[in-house]
């Protein structure tokens, strides 16, 4: 059975970092378009930042410019994305997702494959 699996989410004071794992099982993730997605509570899921399937570009949403990067270790069927300077308006559900398609997409329903997330909460 194809899925993914997010880890690494927890309660962190503004400022400081996380990183976020998507590990796959029944499928070869350097196959796949990655997107990490969050949803915070009474707002719409939005796309955070994308590892391409084709020379791993990426990018990211102007809100997170700078502070997280996204990286995938294929060896290990894995993307990350490590979050710095966290703040506030970071806390959300984050999610990952899959697209069997060489470039990034910011729409989730271009994705076919999705975590169950993984929540991050920024407060002091």
């Known amino acids: 059975q194809s899925q993914l699996v997010e880890s690494g989410g927890g309660l962190v004071q503004p400022g400081g970092s996380l990183r976020l794992s998507c590990a796959a099982s029944?499928?070869?993730?350097?196959?796949?378009?990655i997107g990490w997605f969050r949803q915070a509570p009474g707002k719409e899921r939005e796309g955070v930042s994308c590892i391409s399937r084709i020379s791993s570009s990426t990018n990211y949403a102007d809100s997170v410019k700078g502070r997280f990067t996204i990286s995938r270790d294929n060896a290990k069927n894995t993307v990350y994305l490590q979050m710095n300077s966290l703040k506030p308006e970071d806390t959300a559900v984050y999610y990952c997702a899959a697209r069997a398609n060489y470039y990034c997409s910011t729409y989730s329903y271009e994705y076919g494959y999705w975590g169950q997330g993984t929540q991050v909460t920024v407060s002091s």
């Open positions: 029944g499928f070869t993730l350097d196959y796949y378009t």
